[in-house]
């Protein structure tokens, strides 16, 4: 296996070495215009040695690459974005001229508007010149391709050789002898000069950019394709495919090397999905998780497998088909309109690998902090958890919108002026986000609980950012909005440690004699006091608490363990005992089972004290009357 990696990084990465294309530096300077009397200076220089003249030019060459290394510096740390100006500034200086161009015109002002027409042009190439640094800095931000900024560069450099000066040369060289009589014509001189020298010197930095853009740019092996045209050609040169390749490079726009090339990738990243992913995970684990652990489910890090998996071999597979894309597509406008999209499943899958992670931890380590501290609640946690993956989500939406080149900041602006018809219409959602806030902190209800209010009953499913489902005994889900239920009166039957009420009324029949049912009732308290599920004085341990305190624990709690047996009333056919009393668990199962021992002893003890359960009975008295004729 090793040997055959060995063999792929020969492949691939040694024609980088032996293709790669060498950094231009500038040999000549750039041949620029001067003013007279510049001129006179240069004239005289020309009548020194030949020693003197190669050291000017020396010093030329040396003064323009100082100006290539500035400006591949200031693309470098991203100053241009702020001191290059705005290109509002350009377009009211175009506007300016094009209106003093057609006042000139009607005026029959013909000289100063071949002035101002050299200044016009002087301005649009500056303007589109700036824009272009500024945008290979974006380009650079956004991770473009090779392609993006040659034709960036490209295109700026046709516009500027599209403006022909040469058609003003004549008109130049008529008004230097009118430099000194005529302002017009000074303006004329100047401006034809300026545009001139801007000219040569903007193309011979734009061409200097063209062809080193590994100065500014690093190079991206596979996207820019170095290594893998040079088998591309290999493939089509060869006998019996070069005619099918040129068959599918005229019908499809791609040769049988682009082809295979293309589905070699797919197949390397394949194997790598396949095989080497495992293998790093495989690594991870075993370096990372060591074998004293006694459970290693417990660990973030044997979880990295499940979180970044699926992830990264989306990734890998995107990226194969992105570089097959880049190789068969010849439309670079297509390829760079497609790229944002592409870079925003990138982001998507990073920040799903990210999610992924944190909500393995928590899944982990939830359990373990909720023990540790009794005052977090499950359900704020996953509460941020939703939170974090809405924020995740926004993240990815704003990248995208940066990717089409979309003013994330002109989108923040808006939102700000229709701030208030946005809450208008959001208001109901915003009330039960907050209401859910509020639910939290506030601690009525948990997940799980059992819990009534005047329009439902039922258990607590979950609480979300907007609703809270209950499950009702019926087995129904009912999903309230937040900001009803926390307005609503609600009685939670869950938030009670100890303590679920037992209260009956025995009815013993007034045959009984009082001496036993006396007995009886001090049986059954004695029952109830040592009775290992009823909550008492003898069963319950209650802390004792400071001598003022705001809240009483028990109250505060739901502890409960009050013991009552009493003889009550006589009532209409029994003389009845009131049983008062909690079971310890306020589970409702457990809390039944404890019901039933009790009723069954105190069956027992009725029976034991020779006392019968009283029963309705109605005694009829029937009164005979003498009946006279």
């Known amino acids: 296996m090793s040997k055959l990696y060995k063999n792929l990084f020969i492949i691939l990465f040694l024609p980088l070495l032996i293709f790669a294309e060498d ?30 003249v190669s050291q000017s030019i020396e010093e030329q060459i040396d003064s323009q690459t100082k100006l290539l290394e500035e400006i591949i510096n200031n693309i470098n740390n991203e100053s241009y974005l702020t001191t290059l100006p705005e290109k509002n500034y350009y377009d009211n200086e175009i506007n300016f001229l094009t209106n003093r161009i057609n006042a000139n015109n009607l005026q029959g002002n013909s000289l100063a508007v071949k002035r101002d027409e050299i200044k016009l042009e002087f301005l649009k190439e500056k303007a589109t010149y700036e824009t272009t640094l500024k945008n290979i800095i974006i380009g650079k931000q956004e991770f ?21 000066l040469d058609e003003y040369k004549s008109l130049y060289d008529s008004e230097l002898k009118n430099v000194n009589t005529n302002k017009v014509s000074s303006d004329l001189v100047d401006n034809y000069i300026e545009l001139y020298n801007q000219k040569h010197t903007q193309l011979f930095v734009l061409q200097y950019l063209y062809s080193n853009i590994q100065k500014f740019r690093a190079s991206n092996f596979f996207i820019d394709e170095f290594n893998l045209k040079y088998f591309m050609n290999k493939i089509d040169n060869i006998k019996g495919i070069s005619f099918v390749s040129s068959l599918t490079s005229y019908h499809f726009n791609f040769s049988i090397g682009e082809l295979t090339i293309a589905l070699l990738i797919i197949l390397f990243f394949r194997l790598i999905n396949r095989y080497l992913i495992v293998l790093i995970t495989n690594f991870l684990s075993k370096f990372f998780i060591k074998n004293n652990k006694k459970n290693l489910e417990e660990n973030i890090l044997y979880h990295i497998k499940d979180a970044i998996n699926t992830p990264l071999i989306y990734s890998l597979y995107l990226f194969s088909i992105q570089l097959s894309m880049f190789i068969l597509v010849k439309d670079q406008t297509f390829i760079n309109n497609l790229m944002p999209w592409i870079n925003t499943i990138y982001m998507a899958l990073l920040t799903w690998a990210i999610y992924a992670i944190l909500d393995n931890s928590i899944s982990i380590y939830a359990q373990n902090l909720l023990e540790k501290y009794q005052n977090v609640r499950k ?92 499950r009702t005994f019926d087995n129904a889900m009912i999903t309230v909005p937040n900001s009803q239920i926390a307005n609503a009166h609600i009685m939670n039957w869950s938030k009670r440690t100890i303590g679920r ?87 409702w199962e457990e809390w039944l089972e404890t019901k039933e021992e009790v009723i069954i002893e105190i069956a027992k003890l009725v029976e034991k004290n020779n006392c019968e359960f009283a029963y309705p009975t109605q005694t009829l008295n029937l009164k005979n009357e003498e009946k006279y004729e």
């Open 501 to 587: 009420r037992i209260k009956m009324s025995i009815g013993i029949t007034y045959e009984s004699k009082m001496e036993d049912i006396i007995r009886l009732k001090h049986d059954i308290q004695n029952m109830l006091l040592n009775h290992p599920k009823i909550a008492s004085n003898k069963t319950i341990n209650i802390s004792k608490t400071k001598a003022f305190e705001a809240i009483k624990k028990e109250d505060l709690e739901g502890i409960k363990n009050t013991l009552l047996v009493f003889i009550d009333e006589y009532s209409s056919s029994s003389i009845d005992i009131l049983i008062y009393c909690f079971s310890k668990s306020p589970v």
């Open 23 to 52: 950094i231009q530096t500038p040999t000549t300077p750039v041949k620029l215009l001067i003013k007279e009397s510049q001129q006179t200076t240069t004239l005289k220089a020309e009548q020194t040695n030949t020693k003197e």
């Open 144 to 164: 473009k391709n090779k392609k993006y900024f040659e034709e960036l560069l490209d295109t700026n450099i046709k516009f500027i050789q599209t403006f022909n």
């Open 379 to 470: 359900e704020m946690i996953v509460f941020i958890l939703k939170i974090i993956k809405v924020m995740l989500i926004l993240i990815v939406v704003l990248f995208l919108f940066t990717q089409l080149g979309i003013d994330v900041k002109a989108i923040a602006a808006s939102l700000g002026v229709g701030g208030i018809a946005i809450a208008l219409a959001a208001k109901d959602t915003l009330a039960n986000f907050f209401a859910s806030l509020n639910i939290m902190t506030d601690n009525s209800f948990s997940q799980g609980d059992w819990i009534r209010t005047d329009d439902f009953e039922g258990t607590v499913v979950d609480i979300r950012m907007r609703t809270t489902r209950i």
